[in-house]
């Protein structure tokens, strides 16, 4: 996981830089915690956007324990593509595009800061 910020505003957010969020998951094999151990998975790499405010920090923060505590991604069908054994999110809805509002998984969204600290504490993280 790499954070950096870049000076952009997020719609709805204007006059705050943005938090830049890389993830890059490599392929491997599945242990005894994926459904097929011993089974080769694909990887994947991913990048997720919040406001540069102190809600926006803090929620990265959580993102980065969560990520750290392996709650991020598991191994399983994606709900995308139909494809299996490959790294898909794990219940922590993401923001991955900068606009479009929640129907394209950007921004503007009012209660998406509010809603991802809910599904983070559902998972212990606080």
């Known amino acids: 996981m ?22 890059d998951i490599p392929s491997g094999t599945q242990n005894e915690s994926h459904p097929n151990p011993g089974s080769r998975y694909r990887g994947t790499s991913r990048r997720a956007y919040l406001p540069n405010t102190p809600e926006g920090q803090d929620i990265c923060r959580l993102l980065k324990k969560a990520f750290n505590a392996k709650l991020i991604f598991t191994v399983g069908r994606s709900v995308t593509t139909g494809a299996s054994n490959v790294v898909t999110w794990n219940d922590i809805h993401h923001k991955t595009s900068c606009t479009g509002g929640p129907s394209q998984f950007g921004y503007p969204d009012d209660t998406y800061l509010d809603r991802v600290r809910d599904e983070l504490a559902a998972k212990g993280i606080h």
């Open 2 to 23: 790499e954070v950096v910020k870049d000076q952009s505003s997020l719609p709805g957010y204007e006059g705050y830089a943005t938090i830049i969020i890389s993830y």
